[in-house]
């Protein structure tokens, strides 16, 4: 049987504020806990001068607890469908 505990997601998102509602929105959710949270400006240069900017929002989900897991959780990530 494998128990998931915990995972830690990476974003990119356009701006501050979609940074803010994405951690708001983690802290909301009920079947799992935020353990952490960040996010960071990041910027694309090209000789000197920014061609691109992002937020990097980096969360830690814990979904149980690993001495004493409670749930199973099948992720079966062959499957995940990725954007071109």
Same mark, same amino acid.
């Given at each position: 049987?494998?128990?998931?505990? !915990?995972?830690v997601?990476t974003? =990119?998102?356009?701006d501050?504020?979609e940074?803010? &509602?994405?951690?708001?929105s983690?802290k909301r959710?009920?079947n799992?806990?935020?353990?952490?949270? !960040?996010n960071?400006h990041?910027? =694309?240069k090209?000789?000197?001068e920014?061609?691109? &900017?992002?937020q990097?929002?980096i969360l830690?989900k814990?979904?149980t607890?690993?001495k004493?897991?409670?749930m199973t959780?099948?992720?079966?990530?062959?499957d995940?469908e990725?954007e071109?």
């Amino acid at each position: 049987m494998k128990f998931l505990i !915990s995972k830690v997601e990476t974003y =990119r998102v356009s701006d501050e504020n979609e940074a803010k &509602e994405l951690i708001e929105s983690a802290k909301r959710a009920k079947n799992y806990t935020l353990s952490k949270y !960040s996010n960071e400006h990041k910027e =694309r240069k090209q000789k000197g001068e920014v061609i691109d &900017e992002w937020q990097r929002v980096i969360l830690t989900k814990v979904y149980t607890d690993e001495k004493e897991p409670e749930m199973t959780f099948e992720e079966d990530d062959e499957d995940a469908e990725y954007e071109d």
